[in-house]
């Protein structure tokens, strides 16, 4: 009783201190839906243990959509056998255009199959494999037409049943998904076409809320504040590996080995060109934080709220961290984003800067580049709404960090980016 009684405390105060901001009228999402960032343990308990549990644990019955693997008799025979290991119930479906023997017109068929159809309208859960998320795209809604099949699986998620996917099969769970787009600074600079870099999804969790996967590790900010400024989506959430945002109603929870970075896009002003932004709103949320879309307001794991937050507005604060960079040349790198967050709330600076540029798209480079010289900034901020918790003593715990401030422009990089001495 005395834990719940400081959790409310400081949510309370947490609410007061927060500037007045506009709300969102969220349509919450039906059913449960869960997109994993991909590269899951098998050890993942947490997720994979809970995914079975939501799904109605021994009582689950899940079919197996390979789609979009390169692999999928073993992608998908590997899921299968990680959901009956907890206890589930799992069928795979023959709905693969790499399936040996199988091309996309035939994929397309057997997403026409009325046996298909039955086992879907069995099933509790559906669940979609990592790959290529456009061949999912490709043989279940074909230029934009849903396969009797994702008829099927949109039904089992309006009476309430799970959806869920890890890497490509997150990607697929907004209304616009990223297609083939693995450079984020040229996604940034609008390399951004429809059929090419970025496409329609399945829209399993509206058109409100854009999901991206992978996402600290492979550093995928700069293309979803992009991607979200072209399409006018105002929040964006990004799943990191190895974690599972579950997605009920209107409140979102992350589980897992590693977090999601969360972009409120609500008091946002942009400027027309290349990325360029202000007042984007960015939180972390590490396993066990709660998130609810339609107050966009954020709850901490328990145990980190009854530890109180960090104390940087207090005056002779000092950082405990040992190393804490003033700026950081690569942005988009690997947790770079996480690391220069952590520093914001944690550290002596109020403000951290980096930058995001394609060294490989300079003037010289093989790759041919219209603007070979812009880069873009990144400007992190932390204000009177800003609010971080550390992991002290908590084990597979991160920071939780809600609502810095992050501004982005358009910066030149000047060739030759360096020189011999």
């Known amino acids: 009783m005395k834990v719940v009684s400081i959790l409310l405390l400081c949510v309370a105060q947490l609410s007061a201190a927060a500037e007045p901001s506009p709300s969102l009228a969220f349509q919450p999402v039906a059913g449960t839906v869960i997109p994993m960032g991909g590269a899951v343990r098998n050890d993942n ?13 021994s009582a689950a019955r899940f079919v197996v959509i390979p789609s979009a693997s390169d692999r999928p008799e073993k992608s998908g025979a590997d899921a299968v056998e990680q959901l009956r290991r907890r206890g589930a119930q799992a069928e795979l479906l023959k709905i693969a255009p790499r399936w040996a023997g199988e091309t996309l017109e035939s994929a397309r068929r057997a997403a026409a199959d009325p046996a298909n159809i039955a086992k879907i309208r069995n099933a509790t859960a559906v669940f979609f494999t990592g790959g290529a998320q456009e061949r999912t795209a490709d043989v279940l809604n074909p230029d934009g037409v849903a396969s009797p099949v994702l008829q099927a699986v949109r039904e089992l998620q309006a009476r309430g049943g799970v959806i869920a996917g890890s890497s490509a099969g997150a990607a697929i769970m907004s209304s616009t998904m990223f297609r083939d787009a693995m450079n984020s600074v040229q996604v940034m600079k609008g390399v951004m076409r429809d059929g090419k870099e970025i496409d329609r999804g399945l829209g399993f969790v509206g058109d409100q809320l854009f999901i991206d996967q992978h996402f600290l590790k492979r550093g995928r900010v700069g293309r979803m504040l992009a991607l979200m400024l072209a399409k006018g989506y105002k929040v964006g959430l990004g799943v990191d590996e190895n974690t599972a945002a579950i997605i009920h109603g209107s409140e979102i929870e992350i589980v897992g080995g590693s977090g999601a970075l969360l972009l409120d896009l609500r008091q946002a002003t942009q400027e027309a060109g290349p990325v360029n932004v202000r007042n984007v709103r960015i939180s972390y949320l590490d396993n066990g934080d709660r998130y609810d879309l339609s107050k966009l307001q954020g709850q901490v794991l328990a145990a980190k709220q009854a530890r109180g937050e960090i104390k940087f507005r207090q005056p002779g604060f000092e950082s405990e961290l040992e190393f804490v960079r003033p700026a950081f040349t690569d942005i988009l790198g690997e947790n770079t984003i996480l690391r220069a967050l952590t520093q914001l709330v944690d550290g ?5 800067r980096g930058i995001a540029f394609d060294l490989e798209n300079l003037p010289d480079a093989p790759v041919a ?5 812009l880069g873009f900034e990144f400007m992190l901020r932390r204000d009177d709404r800003t609010h971080g918790w550390d992991n002290e003593g908590l084990d597979n715990n991160d920071y939780s960090i809600f609502d810095a401030r992050l501004d982005v422009r358009p910066v030149r990089m000047k060739a030759p980016f ?3 001495w």
């Not at 002596?348 to 951290?352: A, L, S, T, V, Y």
């Not at 580049?369 to 010289?373: G, I």
Request: charged content about 25%; glycine content about 8%.
């Open 45 to 57: 308990e947490a997720v994979r243990q809970r995914l079975v549990q939501l799904a109605g644990g």
């Open 348 to 352: 002596p600076r109020d403000h951290i």
């Open 369 to 373: 580049d219209p603007a070979p010289e």
């Open 418 to 420: 360096y020189q011999a």
